[in-house]
């Protein structure tokens, strides 16, 4: 038996696995699918200060690789939260990460206040892919300034692990990374969505009501294993991989690449029970290529050249 538990920013973990944000609902929802006790940590969906309609239909599209959304942030807002889903997941046997996110910096600061007392709550993290109201409502994740000092107004209410999550829409998300760790990071998720889009030629619509969305599921595996990469060599936080995972394999590859956990989220809708056959999956594929733990595997990412111009 390979030994799965991982500590990550002080959390202890009974595996690497988590699911990802707004796929796997706000609380337990899911549990008579995944029971909580088989998971490293549940990730509730982005909570705002307000509750949030959401954007207008059309606001999913399957395309051939993948998933497209345009959500909007659709969620009860932060009272509803407080009052319904944290009485629920009380006693969950498992980790509970809130993802909260808001339209200033003062909205984030304000949600994690309200939230910092609560015991049910293990870590936070902060959807920085949240519009910036304040700048020119550019996601607060493509600069850094923004970025690091979103993250030092939640840290300065707030004791319990930070992780900031990070998306792969920039030239270069090491930038992000490092400013994240200096705003006051545990940690970092590596990422969120990719821009994409989809069009019927014949009528000229739009697949999202948005035109534009997040991309996500088995397409964007690559580039997030490459954010992920470049994130844990830039800083000394632990990573969460997020980006594409469908299997044990997945896992396996992005804790290769550096990260501490991984966190599992378009996969869940083809198969909602993934994440309760994982952790078997992951023991014998570890057991087989002999290594003793996860953390023996974490960043034993191997040589070659950097390739200045890729192609
Ligand atoms: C339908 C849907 C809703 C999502 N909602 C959120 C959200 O509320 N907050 C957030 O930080 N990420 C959200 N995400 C992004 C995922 O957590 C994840 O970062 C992304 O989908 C990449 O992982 P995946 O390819 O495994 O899905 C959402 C993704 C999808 C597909």
């Known amino acids: 038996m390979a030994q799965l538990a991982v500590s990550v920013a002080g959390l202890s973990l009974r595996n690497p696995l988590l699911s990802a944000s707004g796929t796997f609902g706000h609380g337990l929802e899911m549990r008579h699918v995944v029971a909580p006790s088989l998971v490293g940590a ?7 200060p307000r509750p949030r309609p ?13 998933l497209l959304n ?6 009860r807002g932060m009272q509803s939260y407080l009052d319904t889903t944290l009485p629920e997941v009380a006693g969950a046997d498992t980790v509970i990460i809130t ?18 007392g609560r015991p049910e709550i293990d870590a936070f993290e902060l959807n920085l892919s949240c519009p910036n109201v304040d700048g020119g409502a550019l996601p607060y994740s493509t600069d850094p300034k923004t970025a690091e000092r979103v993250v030092a107004s939640v840290r300065a209410v707030t004791r319990k692990p930070l992780f900031a999550k990070l998306s792969p829409n920039v030239t270069r998300i090491e930038d992000i990374a490092v400013a994240c760790e200096r705003g006051g990071a545990d940690g970092l998720t590596a990422v969120n969505t990719v821009l994409g889009m989809s069009i019927d030629w014949r009528t000229g619509r739009p697949g999202l009501g948005t035109i534009v969305g997040g991309y996500s599921g088995t397409a964007i595996k690559p580039i997030a294993l490459r954010c ?9 936080l632990p990573v969460l991989g997020c980006g594409g995972v469908r299997c044990a394999e997945d896992v396996l590859e992005f804790l290769a690449v550096g990260c501490s956990a991984v966190q599992v989220g378009t996969a869940n809708f083809g198969e909602p029970g993934l994440l309760a056959r994982m952790p078997a999956e992951l023991d014998r594929l570890l057991d087989d290529a002999g290594f003793a733990s996860v953390e023996d595997l974490i960043g034993s990412v191997r040589g070659g050249s950097r390739a200045e111009v890729p192609g």
Do not use: H
């Not at 996110?101 to 909205?107: F, M």
């Not at 992920?228 to 000394?236: D, E, L, M, N, Y």
């Open 42 to 48: 549940l990730v509730s969906k982005t909570v705002t």
């Open 54 to 66: 959401g954007n207008a239909m059309p606001r999913i599209q399957e395309t051939e690789a993948g």
């Open 99 to 116: 993802n909260i996110g808001g339209e200033t910096e003062q909205e984030f600061a304000e949600i994690a206040a309200a939230f910092d």
């Open 228 to 236: 992920a990469w470049q994130c844990a060599r830039a800083v000394s």
């Open 70 to 75: 345009s959500i909007g942030l659709e969620n």
